[in-house]
Nanobody, 118 residues
Framework: QVHFVETGGGLVQPGGSLRLSCVAS????????PAWYRQAPGKQRELIAA???????DYDDSVKGRFTISRVGADNTYYLQMNSLKPEDTAVYYC????????????WGQGTQVTVSS
């Protein structure tokens, strides 16, 4: 059974940094890559960062240059380092995993809230 647990969110001032953590279980990372999504109030959940199975790092334009996704560690943990945070980054952040065809699992964790505000 696939399971994701996200931690590390919180309240941060604009320009600040946070590191989110994800522990994945039941996922084979030999044929999936780590991914991070977020859902802002009133908006759909969106993919913001991923590493493809072939090892390509991919970022949404809204976070490119500010966010960094990590590779998966031996304990199936991976991270999202978020720098230069903006109020528009406020959202619930979720981790998941993507297949070669960019499919993702239907199972979601509880997410972690990130609020960027002064």
């Amino acid at each position: 059974q696939v399971h994701f647990v996200e931690t590390g969110g919180g309240l941060v001032q604009p320009g600040g940094s946070l590191r989110l953590s994800c522990v994945a279980s039941g996922v084979s990372f030999s044929d999936h890559g780590p991914a991070w999504y977020r859902q802002a109030p009133g908006k759909q959940r969106e993919l913001i960062a991923a590493i493809t199975v072939s090892g390509i790092f991919d970022y949404d334009d809204s976070v490119k240059g500010r966010f960094t996704i990590s590779r998966v560690g031996a304990d199936n943990t991976y991270y999202l380092q978020m720098n230069s945070l903006k109020p528009e980054d406020t959202a619930v952040y979720y981790c998941n995993a993507i297949s070669r065809g960019w499919g993702r699992f239907n199972s979601w964790g509880q997410g972690t809230q990130v609020t960027v505000s002064s």
